[in-house]
């Protein structure tokens, strides 16, 4: 990942190519936005190749989009919400906490046999940091929500500010056999992120056709472009 902060960017990337040349490799970045692009550009001019990366674009929402669906382009939205309640009147939603956290884990470990994590290389490792961060809730400043219908989990979701006004929505999984359960997780949790924030960040779709689909019919407000950087041994 292309390194963040503030300062002289040149002896950073300067390090990491010989840190990449030792090894034998060509330094790679992944991540790049374009004002870090930019930044590249401008302390090593000519020596990066810089490739659009679609899978890994953000999906940036307004939260109180998410939060109300108001309008007509939320429509049907709204329509899966009501479906929803209607059917399961007397679902809950609680806020995630390490006591509920086996009950998440065992709803991931289905999803994951369904969507055949251990052959995808981006789904395992999902899995993996998903595991370590349920585990580790509070140390990690996370806060999320659990739904409950008929006493059971049907989906659960869990995110932390990126700053004062964006919030991250890091990971959403649901059980997809009952109906609206994604819908509804969303609109639950966008309810409970703190007014404050004005922008949802629900990050990348992956490549994933079903996901890219679910994430563009929310409506962003702004897809972050992503890039690859490959450094260039040639000079200008």
Known sequence: MMPVGTGDVKPVLEALIE??????????????????KADIEAAMPGR???TEDRDYFDYIYLRT???????????????????????????????????LVPECLKLEEEWCRANNCEEQLALGAERKSMTYALN????????????????????????APINHETWDTCVEKADTEIE?????????????????????????????????????????????????????????
Do not use: W
Not at 68 to 86: E, S
Not at 203 to 223: C, F, N
């Open 19 to 36: 840190d990449a040349e030792e090894m034998g490799a060509k330094l790679r970045m992944l991540g790049v936005c374009v004002g870090t």
């Open 48 to 50: 990066f190749t810089f």
């Open 65 to 99: 989009d998410l939060a109300t669906l108001k309008g007509k382009r939320f429509q049907a939205k709204r329509n899966h919400i009501n479906k929803f309640k209607k059917q399961y009147p007397d679902y809950e939603y609680k806020p995630l906490t390490p006591g």
């Open 136 to 159: 580790n809730l509070e140390a990690l400043g996370l806060t999320g929500g659990v739904l409950h219908v008929n006493g059971k989990i049907a989906a659960f979701t869990y995110g």
């Open 180 to 236: 609206g359960s994604y819908a509804m997780i969303n609109y639950e949790y966008a309810n409970h992120i703190a007014e404050q924030y004005i922008y949802v960040n629900r990050e990348e779709d992956l490549g994933l056709e079903g996901l890219r689909k679910a994430k563009l019919s929310y409506q962003p407000v702004i897809l972050l472009e992503k890039c690859i950087a490959e450094f260039n041994d040639h000079k200008e």
